[in-house]
């Protein structure tokens, strides 16, 4: 492990305003090399092995996601305050996925702009990410600022993308839970059918209750939810009759997406005006105090699993090898054929061989 990162990481994982710089380089760091995560890992473990006594993640990863415009950084700012007022004492973070595309050209300035509130807060900390040009993935560098955060001690995190491309449903993986924000006025119904928004959210919030016409879209979103959900679990919702439309309430008659662990539930929000901010922060605390245990152990599944695949990803890498040269070296078919050994016996020998090729010396 380099000397470097075992310092930053100590450095960032100290109390108090110090720790920002150390993480910032820390996170830049991954961005350009995130393969280089096991090694904070490594370091962060060492830390925790002491009394640090620090939660190693965020206890809470919030997923926000929606169409450009629709008002995600002015709420995710608005929810921010919020919280900050409820909990002094906790830390926060926000990754901001800058979109880099040309439909969103003027956004990124915006969005530092806005963040700006709390530039000077040393208890809010925001990074901007390009969605572009990731060495492994938007997910993977994601990943690794997300872990910085646990280890300067964010409570909650929200990841803000752009739902324009793919980058959304990658993120949404990464999140405990993922939010869709809506906004009338931005083709409606072009908005709403958007392939992938549905299916991948669980608390949908029309922003900009402000106007008129949000009303009419948090009635057409409740209409097309139930569609989409229908679609998607392959049978109908039950009909209820008297649906409640309100803002803020559960949607128990709509099916849940695949995997997610709660209900979808509907908002009406002003991010710019602060009306339904209040109920909304305190379904998200509801949601933390419920949820987070089991969120916990699904980040922990989900770490269990790419390693699974990444063993059967270089196992296949080291197989090929083997085949090659033992087709080179005349071919085992013959020998199959011939009855000399078995099928499984030729598969037994060429992982055998395998291991014993390229296993690491010393
Ligand atoms: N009337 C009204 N306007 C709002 C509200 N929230 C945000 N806006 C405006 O909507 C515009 C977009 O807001 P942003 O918060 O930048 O939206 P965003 O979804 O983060 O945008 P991108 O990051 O570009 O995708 C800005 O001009 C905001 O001032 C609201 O509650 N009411
Ligand atoms: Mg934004």
Redesign the pocket.
């Known amino acids: 492990m380099s000397t470097t990162i075992s310092t930053l990481v100590r450095a960032a994982a100290a109390e108090g305003p110090g720790a920002i710089r150390p993480a910032a380089r820390l996170m830049s760091i991954l961005s350009d090399e995130p393969h280089r995560l096991p090694e904070v890992f490594q370091a962060a473990a060492g830390l925790e092995a002491g009394d640090s006594g620090r939660l190693t993640l965020p206890r809470l990863l919030i997923g926000i996601t929606?169409?450009?415009?629709?008002?995600?950084?002015?709420?995710?700012?608005a929810l921010i305050r919020d919280y900050r007022r409820r909990h002094p004492d906790r830390r926060l973070g926000v990754v901001?996925v800058d979109?880099s595309s040309p439909f969103?050209g003027?956004?990124?300035l915006?969005?530092r702009v806005?963040m700006m509130r709390h530039a000077t807060d040393p208890m809010v900390f925001v990074r901007s990410m390009a969605s572009r040009g990731h060495l492994g993935g938007l997910a993977l560098g994601v990943k690794g600022v997300i872990r910085i955060m646990g280890l300067i001690g964010c409570d909650v995190v929200f990841v803000?993308t752009?739902g324009v491309g793919q980058s959304e449903v990658e993120v949404a993986g990464v999140a405990d839970f993922v939010m869709i924000?809506l906004?009338p006025g931005l083709g409606d119904s072009i908005q709403l059918l958007k392939a992938g928004l549905m299916e991948i959210g669980d608390l949908f919030v029309v922003?900009?209750?402000?106007?008129p016409d949000a009303a009419r879209l948090h009635g057409e979103l409740l209409a097309m939810l139930r569609v989409a959900r229908e679609d998607l679990s392959g049978h109908h919702a039950p009909v209820v009759e008297d649906e409640d439309e309100t803002a803020g309430d559960l949607a128990p008659w709509l099916p849940r997406r695949p995997g997610t662990l709660i209900e979808p539930r509907t908002f009406l929000?002003?991010?710019?005006?602060g009306?339904g901010v209040k109920e909304l922060v305190d379904d998200l605390e509801a949601l933390g105090s419920e949820f987070s245990p089991r969120w916990q152990a699904q980040r922990m599944d989900s770490i269990e699993q790419e390693v699974r695949e990444a063993v059967i990803e270089e196992a296949t890498r080291r197989l090929r090898g083997t085949l090659q040269s033992q087709r080179a070296g005349g071919g085992i078919a013959s020998e199959v054929l011939s009855g000399t050994v078995s099928v499984d016996e030729a598969a037994t020998r060429l992982l055998d061989e395998t291991v014993t090729r390229t296993r690491p010396r010393g």
């Open positions: 929606g169409a450009p415009g629709s008002g995600k950084s002015t709420l995710t700012d901001a979109p969103t003027g956004a990124v915006g969005d806005r803000e752009v924000v906004a922003n900009k209750a402000d106007r929000v002003s991010g710019e005006q009306h």
